[in-house]
């Protein structure tokens, strides 16, 4: 019904649990982040090796820590306390990862473009539209001067109440969002942890699904590339 996407109890009501949802995600990266980078300042770098080899490391650094292979998360855990929650974050957010990547297999993304207002889910964020202009973000960010709101879905202002120029950008946050916890999982190697190990089928049917990969825009791989795959190359053991 093209009239809901304006309707304010209904746009209140799907933004607001839009917000819930990506809150939740973006507290969850933001505290992961901050244990993160706080293990890697530790002396051993985040790296739980045994007492003897991390006193020989710090008397005689080497470039490259050695190998220990798969860790449990309660060993990891003395470095960085966030990894214990991963068991209870890793299943809804490998079905969002899913959801999201399933809106562009053919099937679907045929039966909304051809829908007057659906097609508006497909574009390109005003987000993503000021990102690419190389603004410094001074002149007030999107909807400052020379910002792009309203460019991309034109006519219509996110800041109005309408859910169709908001899609794209909810789509563009979340996708960001989902793929950096899963960077943020494989860099402090939790993915690689034997508690893990239950996930794996499930977290490998969605992140290497081949029909995900091939309906993936341009955009989509460079962001699964720099915020997932580079810490899988740089933390695999």
Not at 3 to 20: E, G, L
Request: charge should be neutral.
């Amino acid at each position: 019904n093209p009239a809901s996407v304006t309707n304010k109890a209904n746009v209140d009501r799907v933004t607001n649990n839009y917000i819930t949802l990506f809150s939740i995600f973006n507290q969850l990266l933001s505290v992961g982040k901050r244990c993160h980078e706080a293990a890697k300042k530790r002396p051993n770098a985040g790296i739980p090796l045994p007492d003897h080899q991390l006193l020989a490391e710090l008397d005689q650094p080497s470039q490259h820590f050695p190998d220990e292979g798969a860790v449990s998360l309660n060993i990891l855990m003395g470095n960085d306390p966030f990894v214990c929650l991963w068991p209870r974050i890793l299943p809804s957010l490998i079905k969002v990862l899913d959801s999201i990547f399933a809106i562009w297999h053919p099937q679907n993304h045929a039966k909304f473009l051809i829908n007057s207002v659906q097609r508006y889910a497909f574009a390109i964020s005003d987000d993503e539209a000021y990102l690419a202009q190389n603004q410094t973000g001074s002149s007030g960010g999107i909807f400052g001067e020379g910002g792009t709101a309203g460019s991309v879905v034109r006519g219509w202002d996110r800041r109005n109440c309408n859910l169709a120029p908001k899609w794209s950008g909810w789509f563009n946050e979340l996708r960001n969002t989902t793929l950096q916890l899963l960077g943020l999982l494989s860099g402090s190697r939790a993915l690689y942890s034997p508690e893990i190990s239950t996930f794996y089928q499930s977290f490998v049917n969605v992140i290497a699904n081949p029909e995900h990969l091939n309906c993936m825009e341009h955009r989509h791989v460079t962001q699964y590339i720099k915020q997932f795959m580079e810490y899988i190359l740089l933390s695999c053991p």
